[in-house]
């Protein structure tokens, strides 16, 4: 198994420019989710999904938008980049349809920069 | 709404020391409890977890972390650290919520 890969690795933007951060897991989890971790403010969760078609909004989803048509797939899409999203992202998956008990598996993160 | 302190935000020790890392957390609701560990340039993987039984949870890499519900409290603690334990570590709660909150992290610097 591969886990949760993201991609890409790094990411270099302009203010306004929209792009999508993938994700994906081979693991058949019904749960994932979007994290952006910035210094002094551990991990804030952006949205998640518990199943293919079933999206529901985090602590800061401003700025983003998601869907999950499969149950492998969950891209972050920025529709217009801004400096405060320079951030580094992380997709995380999990087996239960509620991550409140099980334990999350992670990707190796995304690293923004918007300028 | 549930939430997490981590009340240090550094802390070095010496190799082969003792370590304890702190946690707090509050929620409304019954908790699940969580530490993460975060090697540079990684993604988070999990350490341990309690969900529920005794109050204290052994983990991978030597660690445990005790549950206090009277304190409110899930430490994270290791005997005798290794250089290979310098890392950032997240504590995290759940609870009633198909959500996970995060702390902001603890970086453990351990000095050769």
């Known amino acids: 198994n591969a886990g949760v890969t993201q991609t890409p690795k790094f990411q270099v933007l302009k203010t306004g420019q929209s792009m999508t951060l993938q994700c994906a897991q081979d693991?058949?989890?019904?749960?994932m989710s979007w994290y952006r971790q910035d210094p002094g403010m551990g991990l804030r969760l952006i949205h998640y999904?518990?199943?293919?078609?079933?999206?529901d909004q985090g602590e800061v989803p401003n700025g983003y938008n998601v869907s999950r048509s499969t149950t492998e797939d969950f891209p972050l899409r920025l529709l217009s980049a801004a400096p405060s999203q320079t951030s580094v992202y992380f997709c995380?998956?999990?087996?239960?349809?509620?991550?409140?008990?099980?334990?999350?598996?992670f990707g190796p993160g995304t690293r923004l920069l918007v300028l | 709404a549930q939430s997490v302190t981590q009340l240090d935000s550094q802390v070095p020790v010496f190799e082969e020391a003792p370590v304890e890392l702190r946690c707090n957390y509050s929620?409304?609701?019954?908790?699940?409890l969580f530490w993460y560990v975060q090697y540079p340039n990684q993604g988070l993987q999990l350490l341990l977890k309690?969900?529920?039984?005794?109050?204290l949870v052994k983990g991978i890499n030597g660690f445990e972390a005790e549950f206090n519900k009277s304190q409110t409290s899930f430490h994270l603690r290791k005997p005798s650290v290794h250089i290979s334990d310098t890392a950032e570590y997240f504590c995290?709660?759940?609870?009633?919520?198909?959500?996970?909150?995060f702390g902001i992290g603890t970086k453990l610097q351990v000095i050769p």
């Open positions: 995380a998956s999990s087996p239960g349809l509620a991550a409140i008990q099980e334990t999350q598996y």
């Open positions: 693991m058949n989890h019904e749960y």
């Open positions: 999904s518990v199943g293919a078609g079933i999206t």
């Open positions: 929620s409304s609701v019954s908790v699940y």
């Open positions: 309690y969900l529920s039984g005794s109050t």
């Open positions: 995290a709660v759940s609870g009633g919520y198909q959500k996970v909150t």
